[in-house]
């Protein structure tokens, strides 16, 4: 099947490659790049000033001149209070407000600066409005649209929202200064429109440390309002704003392409390191109930989620804020944030079971749903129902039969305590059972089995080991559910049971992944059709149903460019010539071991091997030299996938131990790790979205016939002592 590649000038060739290398070239939008909204924030504005009244008891008032835009003085009031004690005087909330005066906060911001020991402020009239006789969204559309017509970059009026808040930190710190204390850095929350503005000031301005955006779940603008118009059949009407200009007709427009590029902090992704909280109301009118499905994976830990039901677009005050003072105290003593991941596993056509695991115990759990005849939430009702007693409060499962008709969406909700004792609540992005009924599953990339063996084969793969579903099975193999069934009930193929054994097999368990689809978490945009032939899942020795993928080679690079790539992203030195590499299969070998061999149009054969044994795998890459001159430069990418095994699926590089050429992932216990390694080494690293670990390899050069090897291993280990066990490690596979 004939796949789209997209052709790259050359001139850019160099960042693409950059992106594969885990850098921030894979966002639309890199650190240090310049585009119309840094370009405004960096213009210099002399009308920018401020003047501080008299301290009233908690309370300073500064009047704030932000700047001017479109000959327009912005106006502001800053609205500073202070705890009853200063734990921390370096940082301090913002709370970014619209055109109420900042007194209407004054209640809230106390709260927050007593239990977090912190200032807390905010700032009003983000935007001054009403501007050309508009407001709001009725605003910030028409700014767009005015883009469009004159080709003037400084016209979105979201540029000007943002400097708003930049300077109102600026004014925040010389004043404080002045007092005698220095604050340098800032927690940012906003909603609606203020919370786009808090995404986007996180994302070019380093002195944020963390945001709490409120009520705007439209990140990927583009893919949200496509998945709009599938669920709803239209946009929503609260964004008619923008609809009535025909904004949302046009995305494919170059002008709208490139606003969306300056305006959706989904171009930022990779700049949003620090830690954040996202506050949503669920029956929220503005967004389809699962929105952030469209963005989440592509976020970085820490991240928090707290979808508060029956809450609407105007949220619950008294729980956001709750969540909200949490989630400052946290940042300002230095306490981590609970981590929170879910998955859905699809136990049979009927069947969904709803897996959530925290770090750390949760005081309650509660499980709440809503139920739709037509995928359409924004008026339900949703109710709660308390989970009783779970086997692991910290690892749970909620199982959800498919509804007949109709529709239902879940969402798991937990309590946890600060170490001031406040109970705050976090929860699970909203889960949609079915997804989309009509819609079919993708099995562009399947591979369907020619034979009955082979059909045996990968069902058993597929079912048998791994304990996929019908939908993967699907997009794996092109069988649907029917002959699913059938196969399954011939060859007398189950779902593996959960902890079988307690007893350490007397090797490793390592299968072929069976593809049909990248095992990502995030980052999937970089890796489209991915080849199975690379892929083998490595299970761990204590749960059979938690698997590793190592992908390689995943990459392979020589003085020639990027000579293989094993799944669709960026042009390789065959793609940019119309070539396209042939399906292959591991070939299997008594003993539990594979090995492939794949011969380039050029004549350079790339092979690999891999073998379990008791303790550790052992793999091995090498490259003959099928062409008339020297091969140099040569690297692979080889890639360890964590989703698979959820305990070490945490979307951050903080639970990983680099240590050349070794890396090494910790659960979030601490007692059980994940170790890779590969030698001759170029670098081992992590990717935080996907997330995965590599120690990438080098070759030695290889004359005309020559074969270049490099060795590989992977381990797990139970225990706390890794650096003790890196030293064993390297005495063990004798890594000098």
Known sequence: MARLMVKFPRSILFLLFVSLLGSDASAAWRPGQQNALTRYLKKEDNSFRWTAGKENGREQLIELTSQTWR???????????????????????????????????????????????????????????????????????????????????????????????????????????????????????????????????????????????????????????????????????????????????????????????????YEYRRRFTMPKLILLGLNDPYWVVDSAQHYWNDLSEPKLMYQIPNAGHKLNESEAVRTLAAFYENIVSGAEHPTVRWRVRERDSATREIVVNFDRKPNLIRVWSASSGKRDFRKTKWTPKPLRKPADPKNISIIRKVPQNGYEAVVVEAAFKTASGKTYRVSTKPFVLPLLRGQKVDISNARKPTTEAEKKYWLQNLVGDHGFGPSDVQRATGLNDRQQVAALTKFGITRPKENMSSERPDKLKIRPFPGGWHPRIGFLDGAVYPQRETKISVFTPWDPQSFVVVDAPEAVWSNLGLTYLAHTHVPTIWTEKGIEMKRMEWERHEGGWYEIERELPNGILIGACVKPMKQDVMMELWLKNGTSETLTGMRAQNCVMLKGAPEFSRQSNDNKVIEKPFIACRNDAGNRWVITAWTPNHRPWGNVLCPCMHSDPIFPKAAPGETSRVKGWLTFYEGTDIQGELKRLRKRWEIE
């Open 71 to 265: 000959d327009i003085a912005w106006k502001h009031q800053l609205l500073l209070v202070q705890p009853k004690e200063i734990k921390n005087p370096d940082i301090v909330l913002l709370l970014i407000s619209g055109s109420s005066g900042p007194g209407r906060y004054t209640q809230i911001l106390q709260r927050i600066a007593d239990q977090a020991g912190a200032v807390a402020a905010v700032i009003n009239n983000v935007p001054n409005q009403p501007l050309f006789d508009r407001k709001e969204d009725a605003l910030i559309a028409y700014t767009f649209s005015q883009h469009i017509k004159t080709g003037d970059e400084d016209w979105p009026a979201l540029f000007p929202m943002v400097k708003s808040v930049v300077k109102a930190m600026d004014a925040i710190s010389q004043h404080s200064k002045r007092g005698g204390r220095s604050v340098k850095r800032f927690v940012l929350t906003g909603a609606s429109k203020r919370g786009w503005t808090t995404w986007l000031t996180g994302a070019t301005d380093r002195r944020v440390a963390a945001i709490a955006p409120m009520v705007f779940d439209i990140l990927n603008s583009k893919v949200q309002t496509d998945w709009a118009r599938t669920v709803w059949g239209k946009q929503s009407e609260q964004i008619h704003d923008y609809t009535d200009l025909g904004l949302i007709k046009e995305e494919e427009d170059e002008a709208m392409t490139r606003i969306r590029e300056w305006v959706d902090p």
